[in-house]
């Protein structure tokens, strides 16, 4: 256990190596700029032995390196519980599709200026027994992270390719189902022969299906996300750009891929109007959406405010919980009978 002062030495002496370590050094004419992140791990609470130590050091420094960059920080309890915790979950995870504890739910998307349905978004769920409820943010993010993906991909689109297969023979031949793509998925070959079996199996040639894709998976690698999209669009899957804005959002991507439709991130819906930067910023991505014939969607309109500020942009097309929340299929499957039997 460190006392007050051992403990205010130690800074000291971690300062003093940033110091040291942080400085321009000009190095064959060309000024290069170093920055150091440290993890501290502490004998004897942190580990007994050398490989204990290293392991804490290394995680406390990873926790550094996406916040703070040149700086120190200290090894936690926190973090290997947040492992152990992940390792279950991963567990859990892995049994989940055979228990089905997955399933998928559908958000309506509107034309706000006439307030009639325009699509569906299919965004999937977990019920864990062990867990409740956990946000696909997160096992998202865990399976990624391991091969479990591709089976969670496989059962997002042999489900919603059924269930597109289902509307087809209600009568609906225009509603466009839209379903997400991990960024992993898009970059997968073996993925890409997957998708091809399933739409044999299911008969259906995927008119009325859309794919989302976020720019994760394009700035993991460009050229083969670039040949599957291609792919995926020769089979008949209309494209969309995810969460745009969110990132990155490199304007050359919107040409240089086949890409049909823009789904604008929920941030610039948060406070429309207000930072004049932002506002400006949307217009001109908007502008831009327009001109390249991209169909665009308003993420997140929660309010009447946020659905009259993206009216007044020129962008009609909205999602959100003040139309409506993901439903169970059985709702979205009468809201398509609804509309085939009002026409
Ligand atoms: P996303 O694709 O951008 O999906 C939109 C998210 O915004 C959904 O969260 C939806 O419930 C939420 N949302 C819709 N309207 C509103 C609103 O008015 N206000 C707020 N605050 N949120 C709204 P959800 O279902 O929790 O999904 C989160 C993310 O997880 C998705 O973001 C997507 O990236 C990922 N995800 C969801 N389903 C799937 C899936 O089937 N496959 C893959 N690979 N990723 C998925
Ligand atoms: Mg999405
Ligand atoms: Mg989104």
Avoid at 63 to 79: A, M, P, Q, V, W
Avoid at 258 to 274: A, E, H, T, V, Y
Wanted: aromatic share 10%.
């Amino acid at each position: 256990d460190l006392s007050n002062r051992n403990q205010t030495q130690l800074n000291q002496l971690l300062n003093k190596i940033l110091e040291v370590v942080n400085h321009e050094r000009l190095i064959d004419n060309q000024t290069l700029f170093v920055t150091c992140s440290m993890g501290v791990a502490l004998y004897p609470k942190d580990g007994s032995n050398f490989n204990e130590l290293f392991k804490a050091s290394d995680t406390a420094m990873r926790h550094l390196k996406g916040t703070r960059k040149n700086s120190f920080n200290f090894y936690t309890e926190d973090y290997h519980i947040e492992r152990v915790n992940r390792v279950k979950m991963i567990n859990e995870l892995r049994k989940s599709i055979d228990n089905n504890e997955l399933y998928m739910l559908y958000q309506p998307i509107y034309d706000m200026s006439d307030m009639t349905l325009n699509s569906f978004e299919a965004l999937i769920r977990w019920k864990s027994p062990t867990f409740g409820q956990v946000a696909p943010n997160i096992f998202i993010d865990y399976a990624e992270s391991t091969n479990l993906i591709s089976y969670i991909d496989e059962f997002v689109f042999a489900t919603c390719l059924k269930l597109r297969r289902k509307w087809h023979d209600f009568g609906d031949h225009s509603t466009v189902l839209s379903i997400n793509l991990s960024s992993k998925g898009l970059v997968d070959s073996s993925f890409m022969h997957i998708v091809e079996r399933l739409c044999l199996e299911h008969y259906y040639i995927p008119k009325g299906i859309q794919i989302e894709i976020t720019e994760t998976a394009l700035i993991s690698n460009f050229d083969l996300a670039k040949e599957h999209l291609t792919r995926l669009k020769r089979l008949g899957f209309i494209i969309a750009l995810d969460d745009f804005g969110a990132g990155y959002s490199s304007l050359t991507y919107l040409h240089q891929l086949p890409i049909d439709c823009m789904k604008i991130d929920r941030s610039f819906s948060l406070n429309p109007g207000i930072n004049n930067n932002q506002d400006l910023i949307l217009q001109a991505i908007l502008d831009l959406a327009h001109k390249l014939k991209l169909k665009v969607v308003a993420e997140g309109i929660e309010t009447d405010k946020q659905k009259n500020f993206f009216l007044d942009m020129d962008c009609s097309l909205g999602q959100g919980f003040l139309f409506a929340k993901p439903e169970e299929e059985e709702l979205a499957n009468q809201r398509i009978i609804d509309r085939l039997e009002k026409n």
